[in-house]
């Protein structure tokens, strides 16, 4: 029998108790914690392949998203049967997690139950969790860098990706600065996806030096440009997948775009109450991500040119 705090929700066949679904966890707006379950339920397809085989860190908010923060990577004593899991190992320490490892919709409803706002999964996969497929190019405006400054380097990341035969699939961050992913194929580690990003990201600095740096120390940059990220492919990194919330009080999303809706967008536009409707019009953006894999070469061969570590 449900308590009278409880309530089910179904997702993709199985029921999924959620307790305390009044509890606020956007004050900003006001939407609740079931609130949270229904907009990831809206976007179950795009948020299932988003995560789909990888493992998940969860950014849970116990008390809403203005209490503390509570960074998991291992699944709790307790988890229902059905839930997926994937082992990963931390060498630097000697220690392994258990971590989510989403394969359907009820387990991000479970995670959410457990007070998960945002999901951010690697960029391997459950079948071999050492080699990644996806590179990640995160642009990381600094304080005073404008969102112009962003489209403008966006764009010099989509002539780039172009001239190498890449397809990169762009989405906002949730904040001020936007993610695109490249499906790579498995079958280089952590360390050498790190130097193909990084290759790749000196060559957006080269073309924008107004604009872009690779300049690792935060102190070391201009406040005014846009940082693009090359660290965020080494091990045990991750940033929000597309469709995940982030933990802010306007309830923003991570979402995914077109390159052409890049210098129309406003990324503070997509929300918890905007997305559902947007992705019921137009179908997950992503939807395509798998159909093809890069190869790293060029880009290795950049990093050697330039002897990059």
Known sequence: MMAADEVEVEAGG????????????FPARGETKLDLVRYYLSVGDGIVRALRERPCMLHRFPSGVTGDKVHQKRVPAGAPPWLQTVRVHFPRYGRH???LCVTELAHVV??????????????????????PDEWRIDLDPGPRCTFATVRRVAGVVREVLGELGATGWPKTSGGSGLHVYVRIAP????????????????????????????????????????????????RDHTIASAYSVR??????????????EINEIDPRQFTIATVPARFAQLGDLHRGIDDSAYLLDTLLEWADRDQLD
């Open 14 to 25: 199985r029921l999924v108790r959620i307790s305390n679904p009044g509890r606020v966890y």
């Open 97 to 99: 997690a258990d971590e």
């Open 110 to 131: 479970w995670a959410v139950q457990m007070s998960a706002v945002e999901f951010h999964p690697w960029n391997s996969r459950r079948a071999d969790t050492e080699r």
């Open 187 to 234: 079958q280089w580690g952590f360390a050498e996806v790190r130097r193909a990003a990084l290759a790749f990201a000196r060559e957006v600095e080269r073309r924008a030096p107004d604009l872009a740096t690779t300049t690792w120390w935060r102190k070391d940059r201009d406040p005014a440009m846009l940082f693009v990220d090359y660290n965020q492919n080494a």
């Open 247 to 260: 933990g802010v009080p306007e309830a923003t999303v991570s979402t995914p775009i077109s390159w052409d």
